[in-house]
Structures are given as structure tokens and as C-alpha cells.
């Protein structure tokens, strides 16, 4: 556990030896990347920011940008309108970033919300909260992989459930297409395990890069309404129930913010960065050396050691293999 004003004070240590210089967002546009994004700006340091989004969030995004700018007038925020539920389209914005830049220092991730409404498929073929947790994510970094391997400190952070993975997976339908087979929690539980085998053997093969699987626990960010019909029953439920509990027991947006950005930034998860000197993070191996992250909402490394070892067994080579069939035709 990191306490926040131990966070804060590694935060205060960002200057523009240590920020990102090229930072890639995918799912800033709300939440927790949008808290992020203001937090690094607000370091007033030098750094480019892309912010990726759909269509019709360009609005809200360009008044975003016009507040960061205010802000930090020495942060640049690009904006590529991308639909990011898709593959062909995340391998677009993609080529669109590769064209323009030779680095990238940080790629953060957070698409997506809790598959608790029906099964939805995007043109593709594939569930929709499955694309945006998993594979547009997974792409995005197979895409930039040459760009983050190009500088001292680069770091993938992917906000969703680490340390929460379960064995009860199905391998046998890794993506839940059977009839019948569709459920919010399966679903969730199937997602976080396929990114945290996906994202470690990545860091296995990147050592350089850090590689960080984030649950952020409960942050109030309208999250949880989405996916569902808002004239639902259950869309109901969650605002008059769910919602007001999550918000009593949720960090709030500041705090939030900066556990995320010292995730992005700190030395404590794999050595390079801002400088820490409390006790280093321990990986998903269970070593203190680089590799993937599994960081709870305290900013403390959770192995999941035994999960993880039966996954590794039994389940990884298998999703990586399901997920290399799945990403072919967009690498
Ligand atoms: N907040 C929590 O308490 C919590 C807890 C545990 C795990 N998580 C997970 O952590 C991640 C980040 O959470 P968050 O609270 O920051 O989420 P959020 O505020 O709801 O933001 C999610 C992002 O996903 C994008 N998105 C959602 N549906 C989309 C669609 N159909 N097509 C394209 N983009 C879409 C949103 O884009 P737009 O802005 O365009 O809508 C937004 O940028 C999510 O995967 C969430 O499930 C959150």
C-alpha cells in the first residue's frame, strides 16, 4: 500500500526528465483516463498528450483540451477522432500516431464498462465490452510496441481489474459466443484474466517496458450506467441503489487522479522513472525487476500468485494463441 501523501510527493517530483513526453490515451475522453490526463498536465511539464476518441465525444474533448491548454499551455493535446471499439479502426489511429511521432512513453488504457447489459457485438463480430477491455487494447499495444521500445522509461498502463483474476475461465469459449453462455460476471472475470496473461507474456517479451494491470476500485464516474437501456428496470436499480453506494465509498476524483499518475510515473513498479525510495514493487512474477504490475486501488502489488499460476498453466498459451488468431488481419 502506497499511502496518498506518499503519492503526492512522488507526484510533486515530476519534472521533464521523468514525464511522459509522447503519452497515448485511449479512453480519456471520461473517468479515470480523463483525471489522469489532467493530473500530468497540471505537472506543468512539457508533453504531448494523444487523446483518442469516437465521434461523438469530440465536443466534450475539445473543451477538455481548450481547459488543459489554460492550464498547462506548455502541454499538447492531439486529438484523433477514432472509433475505438473497433480493430480496423484502432489499427487506423494507430498508423495515424506512427506517422507522426518516433516515441511513445506512455500508453494508458481505459476503455470500456461492466458487460452486465445484453451480449452486444460490435461490426466486427466480437462483444462489445470485449473489445474495448481486451482486444482494441491488446492491438493498440501491439501497434506501438516499436515506438514504446524506443525510449529509457515506457510504461503501459491498463485500467481494469489486476490482482482480481479468477481460474474459473472458459477456455473452451474464450469469447462467450455460445448461446447461453454470456454473463456480466463471467464475462468480467474472463476479460481481466485474458489481459493479465495477454499483458504479462507482452512483458515477457518487452522486458524494457513496464507493463501495469490497474483496478482502480470504486471511482464514481458514471461507469456503471453504462451498456444498459437507462429505461430499464436494472438501469434503475443501479442509479437509485448502486450508483449512491459506489459514490459513499468511492476515492475521490483527485485522489484517483494522482494514484494513476503515479502508476504512469513512478520507479516503484520496475525501477525506472520518478525516483522511489519505499519498498519497490513486486511484479506478477513475484520478482523485484520489471515486468507486468498487478496494482490494486492502493497502488499495492497483488501477484494473485496462486490464480496466477494455474492460469499460466493452464489458460495462457491458449488466450494468446485465440488472441493471435483474433489480431491477425489488423497487425
Ligand atoms: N470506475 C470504477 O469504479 C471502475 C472500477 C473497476 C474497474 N473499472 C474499469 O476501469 C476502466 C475505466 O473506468 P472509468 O470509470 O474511467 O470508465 P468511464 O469513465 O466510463 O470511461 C470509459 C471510456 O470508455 C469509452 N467507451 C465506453 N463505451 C464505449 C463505446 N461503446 N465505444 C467507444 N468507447 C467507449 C468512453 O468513451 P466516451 O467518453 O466516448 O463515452 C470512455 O472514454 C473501465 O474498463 C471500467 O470498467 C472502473
Same mark, same amino acid.
Given at each position: 500500500?502506497?499511502? @496518498?501523501?506518499?503519492? /503526492?510527493?512522488?507526484?510533486?517530483? $515530476? #519534472?521533464?526528465?521523468?514525464?511522459?513526453?509522447?503519452?497515448?490515451?485511449?479512453?480519456?475522453?471520461?473517468?479515470?483516463? /480523463?483525471?489522469?490526463? +489532467?493530473?500530468?498536465?497540471?505537472?506543468?511539464?512539457?508533453?504531448?498528450?494523444?487523446?483518442?476518441?469516437?465521434?461523438?465525444?469530440?465536443?466534450?474533448?475539445?473543451?477538455?483540451?481548450?481547459?488543459?491548454?489554460?492550464?498547462?499551455?506548455?502541454?499538447?493535446?492531439?486529438?484523433?477522432?477514432?472509433? =475505438?471499439?473497433?480493430?480496423?479502426?484502432?489499427?487506423?489511429?494507430?498508423? =495515424?500516431? /506512427?506517422?507522426?511521432?518516433?516515441?511513445?512513453?506512455?500508453?494508458?488504457?481505459?476503455?470500456?464498462?461492466?458487460?452486465?447489459?445484453?451480449?452486444?457485438?460490435?461490426?466486427?463480430?466480437?462483444?462489445?465490452?470485449?473489445?474495448?477491455?481486451?482486444?482494441?487494447?491488446?492491438?493498440?499495444?501491439?501497434?506501438?510496441?516499436?515506438?514504446?521500445?524506443?525510449?529509457?522509461?515506457?510504461?503501459?498502463?491498463?485500467?481494469?481489474?489486476?490482482?482480481?483474476?479468477?481460474?474459473?475461465?472458459?477456455?473452451?469459449?474464450?469469447?462467450?459466443? /455460445?448461446?447461453? #453462455? @454470456?454473463?456480466? $460476471?463471467?464475462?468480467?472475470?474472463?476479460?481481466?484474466?485474458?489481459?493479465?496473461?495477454?499483458?504479462?507474456?507482452?512483458?515477457?517479451?518487452?522486458?524494457?517496458?513496464?507493463? $501495469?494491470?490497474?483496478?482502480?476500485?470504486?471511482?464514481?464516474?458514471?461507469?456503471?450506467?453504462?451498456?444498459?437501456?437507462?429505461?430499464?428496470?436494472?438501469?434503475?436499480?443501479? +442509479?437509485?441503489?448502486?450508483?449512491?453506494?459506489?459514490?459513499?465509498?468511492?476515492?475521490?476524483?483527485?485522489?484517483?487522479?494522482?494514484?494513476?499518475?503515479?502508476?504512469?510515473?513512478?520507479?516503484?513498479?520496475?525501477?525506472?522513472?520518478? *525516483?522511489?525510495?519505499?519498498?519497490?514493487?513486486?511484479?506478477?512474477?513475484?520478482?523485484?525487476?520489471?515486468?507486468?504490475?498487478?496494482? #490494486?486501488?492502493?497502488?499495492?502489488?497483488? *501477484?494473485?500468485?496462486?490464480?496466477?499460476?494455474?492460469?499460466?498453466?493452464?489458460?495462457?498459451?491458449? $488466450?494468446?494463441?485465440?488472441?493471435?488468431?483474433?489480431?491477425?488481419?489488423?497487425?
Amino acid at each position: 500500500m502506497v499511502s @496518498f501523501t506518499e503519492i /503526492k510527493a512522488s507526484n510533486a517530483l $515530476i #519534472n521533464g526528465a521523468t514525464a511522459p513526453r509522447v503519452a497515448v490515451f485511449v479512453g480519456g475522453t471520461s473517468g479515470i483516463g /480523463k483525471l489522469t490526463i +489532467r493530473a500530468l498536465v497540471e505537472t506543468g511539464t512539457s508533453t504531448r498528450i494523444y487523446l483518442i476518441g469516437r465521434k461523438s465525444s469530440e465536443e466534450n474533448a475539445q473543451t477538455f483540451i481548450q481547459e488543459l491548454s489554460a492550464i498547462n499551455p506548455k502541454a499538447e493535446i492531439v486529438w484523433i477522432e477514432g472509433e =475505438v471499439s473497433l480493430l480496423a479502426e484502432t489499427k487506423r489511429v494507430c498508423q =495515424v500516431i /506512427k506517422s507522426k511521432e518516433s516515441r511513445v512513453d506512455l500508453l494508458f488504457l481505459t476503455t470500456g464498462y461492466a458487460p452486465f447489459g445484453p451480449r452486444v457485438e460490435t461490426t466486427e463480430g466480437i462483444e462489445i465490452v470485449q473489445s474495448l477491455e481486451y482486444y482494441t487494447r491488446i492491438l493498440f499495444v501491439y501497434h506501438l510496441l516499436s515506438l514504446l521500445n524506443k525510449v529509457e522509461a515506457p510504461r503501459v498502463v491498463s485500467v481494469l481489474g489486476g490482482g482480481l483474476e479468477k481460474t474459473a475461465i472458459d477456455l473452451d469459449d474464450l469469447d462467450l459466443k /455460445k448461446p447461453g #453462455n @454470456f454473463g456480466g $460476471i463471467k464475462a468480467q472475470m474472463q476479460y481481466m484474466a485474458m489481459n493479465t496473461t495477454t499483458l504479462e507474456k507482452l512483458a515477457s517479451e518487452n522486458p524494457d517496458i513496464t507493463f $501495469i494491470h490497474s483496478w482502480p476500485g470504486w471511482v464514481s464516474t458514471g461507469n456503471v450506467r453504462r451498456g444498459r437501456d437507462p429505461n430499464s428496470w436494472m438501469a434503475w436499480i443501479v +442509479r437509485v441503489f448502486l450508483e449512491p453506494i459506489i459514490t459513499l465509498f468511492s476515492f475521490n476524483d483527485e485522489e484517483s487522479a494522482q494514484r494513476h499518475l503515479f502508476q504512469s510515473t513512478s520507479a516503484a513498479f520496475g525501477g525506472r522513472g520518478v *525516483p522511489w525510495k519505499g519498498t519497490p514493487g513486486v511484479n506478477s512474477l513475484q520478482q523485484q525487476a520489471n515486468g507486468l504490475f498487478l496494482v #490494486n486501488y492502493k497502488c499495492g502489488c497483488t *501477484p494473485n500468485a496462486k490464480a496466477m499460476a494455474i492460469l499460466r498453466e493452464k489458460a495462457q498459451e491458449k $488466450i494468446w494463441d485465440h488472441t493471435q488468431e483474433v489480431l491477425r488481419p489488423y497487425l
